[in-house]
């Protein structure tokens, strides 16, 4: 059985910051492409980054480019998902997710495609 166990969301200021954790059970962090969806209330679940099994490929939603970071540690299963200069449409649940597909196709696929998802982490940015 995979899980996927998000951590570090909260309420912050806009301008703030928070790095959000997604612990994955087993070989599927570091077999898999990982990265993280959002959705907003009334809104649809969206892409935000991906990062490749080895680390060495990663992807952004455009809106979020130059303030979000996502790396991963793949000896000790996690993912992480460094979030800077947060607006307050940066609100949403975020979703950490591992999927077999090439990462860099993530953006253009429908959410009911992807392998595993975690339950997901409230993200509050305050005006």
């Known amino acids: 059985q995979v899980q996927l166990v998000e951590s570090g969301g909260g309420l912050v200021q806009a301008g703030g910051s928070l790095r959000l954790s997604c612990a994955g059970s087993?070989?599927?962090?570091?077999?898999?492409?990982m990265g993280w969806f959002r959705q907003a209330p009334g809104k649809e679940r969206e892409f935000v980054a991906t990062?490749?099994?080895?680390?060495?490929?990663?992807y952004y939603r455009d809106s979020v480019k130059g303030r979000f970071t996502i790396s991963r540690d793949n000896a000790n299963h996690t993912v992480f998902l460094q979030m800077n200069s947060l607006k307050p449409e940066d609100t949403a649940v975020y979703y950490c997710?591992?999927?077999?597909?090439?990462?860099?196709?993530?953006?253009?696929?429908?959410?009911?495609?992807?392998?595993?998802w975690g339950q997901g982490t409230q993200v509050t940015i305050s005006s």
């Open positions: 997710v591992a999927d077999r597909g090439a990462p860099g196709t993530w953006d253009q696929r429908l959410p009911n495609g992807f392998d595993y």
């Open positions: 087993g070989r599927v962090v570091s077999e898999y492409a």
């Open positions: 990062i490749s099994y080895s680390g060495n490929r990663q």
